[in-house]
């Protein structure tokens, strides 16, 4: 029990500090921002400043987007793996911004994380989707499409693809997960519906004996415009409101 709540104060601990870094890094932006309308030079080390901030405020930002996966426990341990290949991308890119490191390696590296990770949120994002059980392959290829889509961008950035094979088969792969992505939140949407609808209807008195033969083998079902009675014994569907 101690674990579970030293667990919880963790969680809670670390989103505190990363929404702590994001708001700072916006108010940096707001102001380099003014700075840079009214200043007559900005010169480099302005700019390396603000694309720290920028860069700060999106790891923030992608970072909080996969807090309510890993707080709920979904497509563990893929929330926390994303926060820290975010976190560890964008470290590298910040090393790239304030040294004279001029190494192409470790920009590819950076850019590799960074992609995982964009991957690793996009599917934290989807695992909050509750839909019907009979849609949850849905769900599942957008997951293999993410995956498949983030090999191929991180292939593209590590090798030197010729022709345009690769280009095509991503062009693909991205068009169905979009397919997917525009889906998968409709489903959502239909499913919370349907359980709004059921809990309304059950709340209410229910028929318990049927109107025909008065038999209390009475099936349930649920259909587009309303609940409907069928008798077991008899074979009657009726339907039924209860004045309470």
């Given at each position: 029990?101690?674990?579970?709540?030293?667990?919880?104060?963790?969680?809670m601990?670390?989103?505190?500090?990363?929404?702590?870094?994001?708001?700072?890094?916006?108010?940096?932006?707001a102001v380099?921002?003014?700075?840079?309308?009214f200043?007559?030079?900005?010169?480099?080390?302005?700019?390396?400043?603000?694309?720290?901030?920028?860069?700060?405020?999106?790891?923030?930002?992608?970072?909080?987007?996969?807090f309510?996966?890993?707080?709920?426990y979904?497509?563990r341990?893929?929330?926390?793996?994303?926060?820290?290949?975010?976190?560890?991308?964008?470290?590298?890119?910040?090393?790239?911004?304030?040294?004279?490191?001029?190494?192409?390696?470790?920009?590819k590296?950076?850019?590799?994380?960074?992609?995982?990770?964009i991957?690793?949120a996009?599917?934290?994002?989807?695992?909050?989707?509750?839909?019907?059980?009979?849609?949850?392959?849905?769900?599942?290829?957008?997951?293999?499409?993410?995956?498949?889509?983030?090999?191929?961008?991180?292939?593209?950035?590590?090798?030197?693809?010729?022709?345009?094979?690769?280009?095509?088969?991503?062009?693909?792969?991205?068009?169905?997960?979009?397919?997917?992505?525009v889906?998968?939140?409709?489903?959502?949407?239909?499913?919370?519906?349907?359980?709004?609808?059921?809990?309304?209807?059950?709340?209410?008195?229910?028929?318990?004996?049927?109107?025909?033969?008065?038999?209390q083998?009475?099936?349930?079902?649920?259909?587009?415009?309303?609940?409907?009675?069928?008798?077991?014994?008899?074979?009657?569907?009726?339907?039924?409101?209860?004045?309470?």
């Amino acid at each position: 029990m101690n674990i579970v709540v030293l667990a919880d104060c963790a969680q809670m601990t670390l989103r505190k500090l990363i929404l702590t870094i994001f708001f700072t890094s916006v108010v940096i932006n707001a102001v380099l921002g003014i700075v840079a309308l009214f200043a007559t030079e900005f010169g480099e080390f302005q700019s390396d400043i603000l694309l720290t901030s920028l860069s700060i405020s999106t790891a923030s930002v992608l970072s909080l987007a996969m807090f309510p996966a890993r707080e709920r426990y979904l497509v563990r341990p893929l929330p926390s793996i994303g926060i820290g290949l975010t976190i560890l991308g964008f470290g590298l890119f910040l090393v790239l911004i304030w040294t004279d490191f001029d190494e192409y390696g470790m920009a590819k590296l950076a850019a590799s994380f960074l992609v995982l990770g964009i991957a690793a949120a996009y599917v934290s994002l989807v695992a909050l989707a509750v839909i019907n059980q009979k849609f949850i392959n849905i769900v599942r290829a957008a997951y293999v499409l993410a995956t498949v889509l983030s090999g191929f961008v991180v292939g593209a950035i590590w090798g030197s693809p010729e022709g345009d094979v690769l280009l095509r088969l991503m062009g693909v792969v991205s068009i169905l997960l979009a397919a997917a992505t525009v889906t998968i939140p409709v489903l959502h949407r239909i499913n919370r519906s349907e359980v709004s609808t059921v809990r309304s209807l059950t709340s209410k008195r229910l028929a318990n004996r049927c109107v025909s033969c008065g038999a209390q083998q009475l099936r349930r079902e649920l259909i587009s415009d309303g609940l409907v009675y069928a008798c077991r014994a008899c074979q009657t569907r009726f339907r039924s409101d209860i004045l309470i």
